[in-house]
């Protein structure tokens, strides 16, 4: 956690009077950046029998800035993404120790990695309260 949080402090400090130039003589000023945040990072496993479905949400998971991926047994939330045929997909959030289901959902989508963003938006509504950003046409999870 401190090796990460000297990370982003050497970020934020090289970021905050960056100037862009761009080719002879061009410079942007982006003048400065500052990040503040006290929202608690989600640790969470993702659980699928399908590798593609399980790939794409880990990938769109990192992308969110409010999770950390996990293995099972070390996060608060653990989301299993059950294929229910080739359009459907199946929520489950856990949670405790020993885990429990705390909610359930079966999520359709013209196929089944378009039913698995949809879920993933799911399990964002139902874990932080706020709509999820998985499922969009121009996401770069797809």
Request: net charge positive; charged share 20%.
């Amino acid at each position: 956690m401190r090796v990460l949080f000297i990370l982003l402090a050497t970020v934020s400090l090289l970021l905050s009077t960056s100037t862009l130039v761009i080719g002879q003589n061009r410079e942007i000023n982006m003048g400065e950046i500052v990040r503040q945040s006290n929202r608690e990072i989600k640790l969470i496993s993702i659980i699928s029998s399908d590798k593609v479905v399980q790939n794409r949400i880990v990938k769109a998971f990192n992308l969110h800035g409010a999770y950390a991926i996990k293995p099972k047994g070390q996060s608060n939330f653990t989301f299993r993404f059950i294929p229910v045929g080739a359009d459907r997909i199946q929520l489950a959030i856990e949670s405790g120790k020993p885990l429990k289901t705390q909610y359930t959902e079966t999520v359709s989508g013209s196929d089944r990695e378009e039913a698995a963003l949809r879920a993933a938006d799911l399990a964002v509504l139902k874990t932080l309260g706020v709509p999820g950003f998985f499922f969009r046409e121009t996401c770069v999870c797809r």
